[in-house]
C-alpha cells in the first residue's frame, strides 16, 4: 500500500485546510491511519489517527477541538479537517500506518511502517 498525501498550503491564522491521505488500494482492517507532522528544528510529532474499522479516533492535546480526523473506506482516504490554525500549527504534515489487531492507537512514529510523502502547511498572515 502507498500513501499520497495532498491538500497543504499558506492559511491565515484562524483559517481552514482539509488535508487528504489516499491509499493506493483497500486498507485492510485493523489498520491505524494517522497524521503526523514535523515543524523545523523540531521532532515529528503525533497529531491525530483513526481506526479503519471502529472509528475510534485519538488527538494529541493541542489540535483537540480544532482538527477532526476522518475516513472513507469507499475511497479508501484519510481526511484531516484543520479549523482555526494557528501559526505553531505550520509544519509538513504526514499520514501514515500500521497493522494493529489490539485496538489501540499508538503515537510513536517508529509504530507506523507505511508513510506518505509530507505536505506543508504554512499559517502565517
Known amino acids: 500500500v502507498q500513501l499520497q498525501a495532498s491538500g497543504g498550503g499558506l492559511v491565515q491564522p484562524g483559517g481552514s485546510l482539509t488535508l487528504s491521505c489516499a491509499a493506493s488500494?483497500?486498507?485492510?482492517?485493523?489498520?491505524?491511519m494517522a497524521w503526523f507532522r514535523q515543524a523545523p528544528g523540531k521532532e515529528r510529532e503525533f497529531v491525530a489517527a483513526i481506526r479503519w474499522t471502529s472509528y475510534s479516533t485519538y488527538y494529541t492535546d493541542s489540535v483537540k477541538g480544532r482538527f477532526t480526523i476522518s475516513r472513507d473506506n469507499a475511497k479508501n482516504t484519510v481526511t484531516l479537517q484543520m479549523d482555526s490554525l494557528k501559526p505553531e500549527d505550520t509544519a509538513v504534515y504526514y499520514c501514515a500506518a500500521y497493522w494493529d489487531p489490539t485496538g489501540q492507537i499508538s503515537t510513536t512514529p517508529k509504530t507506523y511502517y507505511l508513510w506518505g510523502q509530507g505536505t506543508l502547511v504554512t499559517v502565517s498572515s
Open positions: 488500494r483497500h486498507i485492510a482492517s485493523e489498520y491505524v
